[in-house]
């Protein structure tokens, strides 16, 4: 789950991460409002979508004077922003957070994740703060900093420190930048984040460190109990069958292809998805529909993908270990004929009773396509939906 720039930013200030005063907006007039309470003549006008690259595309405005404040909410406000990671539909701007400027000598990069190679809570550092730092990292990695934290031990201030020298801090900005990494550390395990980001952590003129930006990532898992957390979420940044997924209990992410995929376990779509396209064929989704999974899921997994008009067949992989193939081969069957599906459907069942569930398919007097390996099934699924795609 993600949070918006301005939920992270008052997650971060609690834990004593230095943030510049902003406050988020849904109107002009609270806009105006908003800029009349921070002061000054100038602010930052930031739009809040779950994506990265805002500044790239207008997303991110220094505005000068209440008209310029005026121009750039409006511009924002109730449109959809394109960056280079939305994809081509972009997400929808509906809250915008004005915020103070700061005059900026440095700018630095500083995140917190989970290195599953090493199995820690790593940080990562750098002095090319407001780049990608995937960019950084394929071009320039010896400006890339690590810092693996043993988690029996906890943060430790001397890794801050040894952090802020090969960022060549110094002085106060040191003692600045062991707060920001502890407090980032506490809120990472409070919170079961999976990613805290912040790019730029500047270096004002005068010499202070403050997170410009705030990026946080809650771990899916562990929502049960962030329950305050998890009402936050913004469902408007959602793809509305991702969503609806969620609340099925099914793994959904939708894509170009035109190959529909229902499958049980994420490894196995993945790798279903992989034949597909080696049988020259595009994905239209990635859906799991779980190891336990049951009539009804089936039937809203089908709900899902017929959702996405691009899709011309549907492919279903399920192998039954924990439910028995004569039983997943019934779901089908009733889905089916509850969904009323006017498209090619080919089925490839693996696992307990599975030459049962077959038998249940082929005698079914629907337009099923039965498989029986999965590369054949991937071929049968390209050739109904058209060949070679």
């Not at 539909?89 to 005059?103: H, S, W, Y």
């Not at 395990?189 to 730029?200: F, G, H, M, T, V």
Request: glycine share 10%.
């Amino acid at each position: 789950m993600n949070l918006h720039e301005y939920q992270a930013k008052q997650l971060f200030a609690e834990q004593g991460v230095p943030v510049l005063p902003g406050i988020p907006v849904t109107s002009l007039e609270q806009a105006v409002s908003a800029a009349q309470r921070l002061g000054g003549d100038a602010w930052m006008v930031k739009a809040q979508i779950h994506a990265g690259g805002r500044g790239k595309v207008g997303g991110v405005k220094l505005v000068a004077g209440i008209e310029q404040l005026k121009a750039a909410v409006s511009a924002l406000l109730g449109k959809r922003l394109i960056t280079s990671q939305t994809g081509k539909e972009g997400l929808p701007v509906n809250t915008v957070l004005i915020e103070q400027t700061a005059p900026i000598a440095r700018e630095l990069y500083l995140g917190v994740l989970v290195d599953r190679s090493r199995e820690r809570v790593t940080f990562i550092a750098s002095q090319a703060g407001g780049m990608d730092i995937e960019q950084v990292a394929a071009e320039t990695p010896e400006k890339i900093i690590t810092l693996a934290v043993n988690p029996v031990v906890g943060l430790q201030p001397y890794q801050c420190r040894r952090t802020g020298f090969a960022l060549q801090l110094e002085g106060e900005q040191i003692k600045s930048l062991t707060g920001i990494m502890s407090g980032l550390y506490r809120l990472f395990k409070e919170k079961d984040a999976s990613l805290l980001e912040i790019n730029p952590l500047i270096v004002t003129a005068t010499g202070e460190l403050i997170a410009l930006d705030a990026k946080m990532n809650l771990d899916d898992n562990a929502l049960y109990r962030q329950q305050e957390l998890a009402r936050q979420h913004d469902d408007s940044q959602e793809e509305p069958r991702e969503l609806e997924a969620r609340r099925y209990g099914l793994s959904y992410v939708a894509l170009d292809g035109c190959i529909g995929c229902m499958v049980n376990g994420a490894g196995l779509a993945m790798a279903t998805m992989d034949l597909i396209k080696l049988a020259g064929g595009e994905p239209a989704n990635f859906l799991d529909v779980g190891g336990g999974t049951t009539a009804d899921k089936v039937a809203e997994a089908f709900k899902l993908i017929l959702a996405d008009h691009k899709v011309k067949a549907i492919l279903v992989n399920i192998f039954g270990g924990i439910v028995r193939c004569d039983l997943i081969a019934e779901g089908v069957i009733a889905a089916v004929r509850e969904v009323g599906i006017d498209i090619p459907v080919v089925v490839r069942l693996e696992g307990t009773n599975a030459e049962q569930g077959r038998t249940l398919l082929r005698e079914s007097g629907l337009s099923i396509i039965p498989a029986e390996r999965l590369t054949d099934a991937a071929r049968k699924v390209v050739q109904a939906a058209g060949g070679r795609i």
